[in-house]
């Protein structure tokens, strides 16, 4: 592949295939999503955030529901530009601990926070960002009635919206689920910038091959 191509961007079940990818190859590899990181997809919600709210720093950034692959280099990416983040989730679906303690370590040098707790409520109040993402992610299909089952406290509404700042923006990584992870009309709601957010994934990206390759 290396000798076809200049970069290339793996999205793939296992972390691990990016590593050997990445081990053995001498262009650039690029994780485009695996079960550990979404780094991509932060850099959009990033930038995203940036455009919307502004600075970072005493800003407050709120998660609600698991804590996957995508809530993990959101916790990471809002810690290194020196944000709080909170993430709302049912026992069980947490962030894995590692990611919790290296992102709560890095906010600290900020003077900002990363928390874990179980109300969403407790999350969403006075966030400056609401995100959410699909409770059943790939791989997991087989979980999914489970899933929804315990996930079903866990909905981004309209009142758990209003707990949040009154400019405060709603934010989702696409594809969403009405009547799940969301509730109805939420995508078009007056604070949703999920659109604009869907869009940056090209701008982020297409910067990171810039960066990569100049």
């Not at 295939?17 to 780094?39: F, K, M, R, Y």
């Not at 996957?68 to 944000?83: F, R, Y």
């Not at 992102?103 to 400056?128: G, S």
């Amino acid at each position: 592949l290396e000798r076809q191509v200049d970069c290339l961007m793996a999205r793939t079940f296992s972390h691990r295939t990016l590593e050997e990818l990445a081990g053995n190859a001498s262009v650039p590899i690029v994780n485009a999503l695996s079960d550990a990181e979404h780094p991509c997809q932060a850099l959009a919600d990033l930038l995203t955030i940036h455009e919307q709210v502004g600075d970072f720093r005493e800003r407050n950034i709120a998660f609600i529901g698991d804590g996957n692959n995508v809530a993990t280099s959101l916790a990471l990416g809002a810690a290194l530009l020196g944000a709080s983040f909170v993430i709302a989730s049912p026992h069980g679906y947490e962030l894995p601990g590692d990611a919790l303690a290296k992102a709560a370590a890095i906010a600290a040098k900020y003077k900002a926070t990363v928390m874990q707790v179980t109300a969403p409520e407790k999350a969403a109040l006075n966030a400056d960002v609401v995100y959410t993402d699909v409770w059943t992610s790939m791989g997991q299909e087989n979980q999914a009635q489970q899933r929804r089952r315990i996930f079903q406290e866990y909905q981004v509404t309209p009142k758990l919206m209003a707990l949040a700042k009154p400019k405060a923006v709603f934010m989702h990584d696409l594809p969403a689920h009405h009547g799940e992870e969301i509730a109805v009309g939420m995508l078009d709601h007056p604070q949703s910038v999920v659109f604009t957010q869907a869009e940056n994934k090209l701008h982020a990206t297409k910067s990171l091959l810039e960066l990569l390759l100049a």
